[in-house]
């Protein structure tokens, strides 16, 4: 009777210690995967060193699908740069080609219109209600590099959230199934 | 240890390494091309040169762009986007570009190239200064990649001038 009781105290013992090391280990891959988020972050100078190209409205040169690396210096902003800037009112951020440039004598601060590669118009129509001009604090960063294909992961698990559970499941069942 | 699902993610894991270290390779390679392009722009005629209603000058002229961008392609290349802006000073503002023509060259073939054309988009001042301007035209381009860095550089051409009057 006794060892029956120590048997099961021992299974019982060994399970919470690998599950412990298992959360343990789980822990320290998502701790890394946002340290190294925040420091792309800091060396950037960018909210956000990666984005995906969400519309058309770039091609041929980005297509949808595709991730742009992004960089923020303080090197002023020039005609030609491909900028990703966020709208006053609009949450997604939009990748669009600097065609006009104005900048101040006394401030430096500069006036800048951006148009699509693929589209007909100036952005004027995406801007805020009587806003003309974008300002450097709209920009969150210049596209430096890219990757075509890659994006469309990020795509799909936004607009179908249920893959996004199905693969935290699978990747959660892995974890606690696996033996070390 | 060397059951499927291992196996598979031991695979997957360097398939992707791999494929992150080549597309590095690949934008590095662009870096041992040294491009010599060359480019004329011509203004043939200024079509007019009036005051907006809002009190900013706009001008509209018809330009001549030759161009030879084909030192620019490599075989990373996806394509190069080409645009002209008019670069001036005024006295309120340091620095004005603004763009007047783009086009984008998707091969190497089409890159030596020879256009007639007025400017696509208007050229309008921020205020009414372009009278007797100077500025230059300068030639940017942009040479995106199949995969990796992108380039940008460009070709200053100076010594245009607006007429002193409107027309």
């Known amino acids: 009777m006794g060892w029956i009781g120590d048997t099961v105290d021992s299974i019982k013992s060994i399970q919470i210690r690998q599950l412990l090391t298992q959360a343990v280990s ?14 792309l972050m800091c060396i950037t100078g960018s909210e956000s ?10 091609e041929p040169g980005f297509k949808r699908g595709d991730i742009l690396f992004l960089h923020m ?12 800037f966020n709208v006053d009112g609009r949450e997604i ?11 101040r004598q006394d401030t430096g601060e500069v006036e800048v219109l951006t148009k699509g590669d693929n589209n007909y118009g100036d952005d004027r129509l995406l801007y805020a209600q009587g806003q003309l001009w974008l300002q450097r604090h709209h920009i969150m960063g210049r596209a430096v590099g890219f990757l075509p294909y890659v994006g469309w992961v990020t795509i799909i698990m936004t607009e179908k959230p249920i893959i996004k559970y199905i693969l935290i499941g699978a990747l959660g069942l892995l974890v606690i199934t696996s033996k070390d | 240890m060397h ?45 007019w040169f009036q005051k907006q209603p809002h009190g900013n000058d706009e001008i ?5 762009i030759t161009a030879d961008l084909q030192s620019l392609f490599t075989w990373n290349t996806k394509q190069v986007f080409v645009f002209v802006a008019a670069e001036y000073e005024t006295l309120k503002n340091s620095l004005n570009q603004v763009s007047l023509w783009d086009a984008i060259i ?9 256009v007639q054309t007025a400017n696509k988009y208007r050229f309008v001042d921020q205020g009414s200064n372009l009278r007797g301007k100077e500025f230059n035209l300068t030639l940017h381009w942009h ?5 990796g860095k992108m380039f940008v550089d460009k070709l200053v051409m100076s010594g245009f001038r607006l007429p002193e009057e409107y027309r």
């Open chain 1, 26 to 39: 789980l822990g320290m891959i998502v701790t890394s995967a946002l340290i190294i988020w925040k420091a």
């Open chain 1, 49 to 58: 060193p990666v984005v995906v190209v969400l519309s058309g409205s770039m």
């Open chain 1, 73 to 84: 210096s303080k090197d002023p902003i020039r005609a030609g740069e491909i900028v990703v």
């Open chain 1, 93 to 103: 951020p939009i990748v669009h080609r600097v065609i006009k440039v104005h900048e």
């Open chain 2, 3 to 47: 059951s499927f699902g291992y196996r598979a993610n031991a695979l997957l894991t360097f398939a992707v390494t791999i494929l992150a270290l080549i597309c590095a390779m690949a934008s590095l390679s662009d870096n041992f091309n040294s491009p010599s392009p060359s480019s004329q722009i011509q203004i043939l005629n200024i079509n």
């Open chain 2, 60 to 64: 509209s002229l018809t330009m001549n």
């Open chain 2, 106 to 114: 998707p091969t190497k073939e089409h890159a030596k190239f020879w």
């Open chain 2, 143 to 147: 040479v995106m990649p199949k995969t």
